[in-house]
């Protein structure tokens, strides 16, 4: 198990994958909601994804309840806002 952890932490955090319920859990609750997704990204703070939708339009996610909410900007902390920069900058400069 260590060894798996391990390889998991030398893959940058935006480019690991959800675990398999996690992404259903989004999936299932947006195709409800009838809001088609682009992608569901892995962040490096627990319980929260970034969702990209069709219109391009990103936004971070706390699947930790029973549905996912939307964590707005105004409560993101300089960390959070910071890994988004980064992110970002990585994937559309």
């Known amino acids: 198990m260590g060894e798996n952890k391990a390889s998991l932490t030398s893959i940058p ?8 319920h996690d992404e259903s859990f989004v999936r299932e609750y947006f ?24 219109d391009n339009k990103e936004k971070i996610f706390d699947i930790d309840g029973f549905h996912p909410e939307e964590v707005p900007y105004e409560k993101w902390d300089g960390k959070m806002k910071e890994w988004y920069d980064s992110y970002t900058r990585r994937n559309y400069e």
């Open 13 to 20: 955090h935006d480019q690991r994958p959800l675990s398999k």
């Open 31 to 54: 195709d409800k909601e009838k809001k088609p997704i682009n992608k569901i990204i892995y962040t490096p703070f627990e319980g929260l994804c970034l969702v990209q939708f069709h």
